[in-house]
T-cell receptor
Framework: DAGITQSPRYKITETGRQVTLMCHQT?????MFWYRQDLGHGLRLIYY???????DKGEVPDGYVVSRSKTENFPLTLESATRSQTSVYFC????????????FGPGTRLTVT | KNQVEQSPQSLIILEGKNCTLQ??????????LRWYKQDTGRGPVSLTI?????NTKSNGRYTATLDADTKQSSLHITASQLSDSASYIC??????????????FGTGTRLQVTL
């Protein structure tokens, strides 16, 4: 089915472990984004990508790594997970123009113990 | 500092009643404002977008208003239904140069519609 998907939907990991969250979209949108959503905060941008092989930092990039070798995929890696990275992570995509909507995936709930 | 503040934080209303959610922003220079609905356990979905020249826009039972002079927006829900129970997020985009995403998200209003 067309759309934007994330995997896994739920993940529990231990402090210090590496974790990769996957994001896949079927619209061939140029732009893809990673956000985290925490209580008391609006969605905060971690990283974004304007096209394959082009990525840039957002508001809260520390502790995260991204890559985009293919237009449709935008994985997010926590190199050494910390408890402060416990959050719900959303991937989004859009064409990137000012009036374009960002389409969000269903989210990944990550717990770091 | 570019900020988006929403009120109330949460709201409980009876099914069939109307309600209005508020969004105040300091984002500048303003490009557009979008209201999203986020159901529990799902990603946000856009309800409507307001540009600088638009004062009112409706999408079914949802009506958004924008006063660009006072930097305020509201989302009015008419004849609420149980399915309206969700968080409503106000997102303001500022005019920018370059490729960086320039969205500022509010923390949302959590609406619960009860019988």
């Amino acid at each position: 089915d067309a759309g934007i998907t994330q995997s896994p939907r739920y993940k529990i990991t231990e402090t210090g472990r590496q974790v990769t969250l996957m994001c896949h979209q079927t619209w061939s949108h140029s732009y893809m984004f990673w956000y985290r959503q925490d209580l008391g905060h609006g969605l905060r941008l971690i990283y974004y990508s304007a096209a394959a092989d082009i990525t840039d930092k957002g508001e809260v990039p520390d502790g995260y790594v991204v890559s985009r070798s293919k237009t449709e995929n935008f994985p997010l890696t926590l190199e050494s997970a910390t408890r402060s990275q416990t959050s719900v992570y959303f991937c989004a995509s859009s064409e990137g123009r000012a009036l374009d909507e960002q389409y969000f995936g269903p989210g990944t709930r990550l717990t770091v113990t | 500092k570019n900020q988006v503040e929403q009120s109330p934080q949460s709201l409980i209303i009876l099914e069939g009643k109307n309600c209005t959610l508020q969004c105040n922003y300091t984002v500048s220079p303003f490009s557009n404002l979008r209201w999203y609905k986020q159901d529990t356990g799902r990603g946000p979905v856009s309800l409507t977008i307001m540009t600088f020249s638009e004062n009112t826009k409706s999408n079914g039972r949802y009506t958004a208003t924008l006063d660009a002079d006072t930097k305020q927006s509201s989302l009015h829900i008419t004849a609420s239904q149980l399915s309206d129970s969700a968080s409503y997020i106000c997102v303001v985009r500022r005019i920018h140069t370059g490729t960086a995403s320039k969205l500022t998200f509010g923390t949302g209003t959590r609406l619960q519609v009860t019988l």
